[in-house]
């Protein structure tokens, strides 16, 4: 058994923000964190969590329009949550399965938790069509399909209405950035997960 992924990194997105993310593995799954800047203009915060079968168990997303969550029910049949902004409370209630995928447009996280969870695609197979519940930065998810396709070993596309994004995951499901990213330890040298 390897040991639990805990790391934190910092690079630039293929469309120039920011990123620094945090990723750690618990005893429930995954926990990722994210925070996209554009320049010095925040753009994004992220947490999601994905659970060790790689089913997303929750999404909160922060941007300039306010606050968003999302989570399974407990029958894995709706996905639920909300929007807080300005205006008040948006409650959300959607369609939800085994064969959904959520997405967060531009987020090379979300996207690597994706693909990871439809790891039985061999490459070169037929690209996939996946029900999908896709976030944009105004918050407001949809219902559409995603088209998802090994490329190669660790690269894949995914595509939703027209917008194709290449996402390059290694085997530890972190997505890659270039040459020019950076990656340490969550822990302190010596320092060990309590």
Known sequence: MSEPLRRVGRARTAEGAEIVWTVAD????????SRLMDGDRFTEGLLLEVAADGRITRLELTTAV???????????????GNVAGPG?????????????????MGS??????????RSDVGVGEEARLHPAVVVGSDLTPRVVSARIERRGETTWT??????????????RGIPQFGSDADEWALERPGETKR
Do not use: K, Y
Not at 162 to 170: C, F, N, Q, S
């Open 108 to 117: 090379p996280i979300v996207a690597a938790a994706a693909v990871r969870s």
């Open 88 to 104: 008040g409370m948006r409650h959300l209630d959607l369609e939800w399965g085994a064969q959904h995928v959520l997405l967060v």
């Open 66 to 80: 306010g606050l968003l969550t999302l989570h399974p029910d407990r029958a894995g049949e709706r996905l639920h």
């Open 26 to 33: 618990g005893g429930r799954g995954r926990r990722w964190r």
């Open 158 to 171: 995914v595509a939703v209405d027209g917008r194709e994004e290449r996402i390059e995951v290694d085997p």
